[in-house]
């Protein structure tokens, strides 16, 4: 079982950037490829970014694409979400989570999740 926390979400203006954490304990972080979701009120969660648990090969959502950047640091068992040029359509709870699962888009393959972080930019 792995435990998981995000941290890094606010308030902050279209435009501007914040950086989430998702920091790891419990068994081998590194053995886990890894994803950001995200879910708005009324919405569907969905897919946001993933990385792979060895190469950090990445793979992102359309709607996200050259404004964030995911990444990992296997020695400190974190991974990260830059995100640039936010838009008020990103406001929503960021999760992030653990996969063994080979389809890295689906909230369904994920097995271990955080508590998510609030992230809301205002237009």
């Known amino acids: 079982q792995v435990q998981l926390v995000e941290s890094g979400g606010g308030l902050v203006q279209a435009g501007g950037s914040l950086r989430l954490s998702c920091a790891a304990s419990g068994r081998t972080f590194s053995y886990f490829a890894m994803g950001w979701f995200r879910q708005a009120p009324g919405k569907e969660r969905e897919f946001v970014a993933a990385i792979t648990r060895s190469r950090g090969s990445t793979f992102y959502a359309d709607s996200v694409k050259g404004r964030f950047t995911i990444s990992r640091d296997n020695a400190k068992n974190t991974m990260y979400l830059q995100m640039n040029g936010l838009k008020p359509e990103d406001t929503a709870v960021y999760y992030c989570?653990?996969?063994?699962?080979?389809?890295?888009?689906?909230?369904?393959?994920?097995?271990?999740w955080g508590q998510g972080t609030q992230v809301t930019v205002s237009s």
């Open positions: 989570a653990t996969t063994s699962d080979a389809s890295l888009t689906r909230p369904s393959a994920y097995s271990n």
